[in-house]
């Protein structure tokens, strides 16, 4: 099966800054690769798929890009809301894997 | 708009099996495909598999041999029943939505808030 990973697995950021997470797989997966957010006590939410498209509702400071086996998101300028875990996962075949997180917490 | 909502035991004991389900609002099970998904305390997400209104399945390798899923369409729910449990399947489970009604191949945009399960005896 394929592996995913992410890195780092968690950083810590201010208000404003720039944050790209990565997130690796063990194959390549194309461009099958989902993003989400999971905030402290809440349930998982879809940021983007198909490894750069955004979900309807997600603001345009979230990006994707990345395609084969390296992928990347970005959050532009960090808001109070984005601290949170990310989690990548990948649905080219099943299992659709998820990476194992990556914690943004406050500086 | 989509809501899901998951039911469940609560507390089941060492051995025992639990079975949860997932009632589908808003739309019809046969438009999509279906997951579950479950998060330990403190642990990332894990997938378990999904299903089909057809009855398709897959589950995913580490559970397989304790795993079924299950689809009741008059009732508009799907379900999971997982065997043998032990205190490592406390968790967090999850139902989800995936792909569409001819493919799995998409992210999960509509999650249920999710029912607790804690084994123990």
């Known amino acids: 099966d394929i592996q995913m990973t992410q890195s780092p697995s968690s950083l810590s950021a201010s208000v404003g800054d720039r944050v790209t997470i990565t997130c690796r797989a063990s194959q390549d997966i194309a461009n099958y690769l989902a993003w989400y957010q999971q905030e402290p006590g809440k349930v998982p939410k879809l940021l983007i798929y198909?490894?750069?498209t955004l979900q309807s509702g997600v603001p345009s400071r979230f990006s994707g890009s990345g395609s084969g086996t390296d992928f990347t998101l970005t959050i532009s300028s960090l808001q109070p809301e984005d601290f949170a875990t990310y989690y990548c996962?990948?649905?080219?075949?099943?299992?659709?894997?998820f990476g194992p997180g990556t914690r943004v917490d406050f500086k | 708009q989509v809501q899901l909502q998951e039911s469940g035991p609560g507390l089941v004991k060492p051995s025992e099996t639990v079975s949860l389900t997932c009632n589908i609002f808003g739309d019809s099970i046969s438009n999509f495909f279906w997951s579950w998904i479950r998060q330990s305390p403190g642990k990332g997400l894990e997938w378990l598999g999904y299903?089909?209104?057809?009855?398709?399945?897959y589950y995913s390798p580490s559970l397989r041999s304790r795993l079924t899923m299950s689809v009741d369409t008059s009732q508009n729910q799907f379900s999971l029943r997982l065997t043998s449990v032990t205190a490592a399947d406390t968790a967090v489970y999850y139902c989800a939505r995936q792909g569409n009604s001819w493919s799995p191949y998409f992210g999960l945009d509509v999650w249920g808030q999710g029912t607790t399960v804690i084994v123990s005896s």
């Open positions: 996962q990948k649905y080219n075949s099943a299992p659709f894997t």
């Open positions: 198909d490894a750069s």
């Open positions: 299903m089909h209104h057809s009855g398709g399945t």
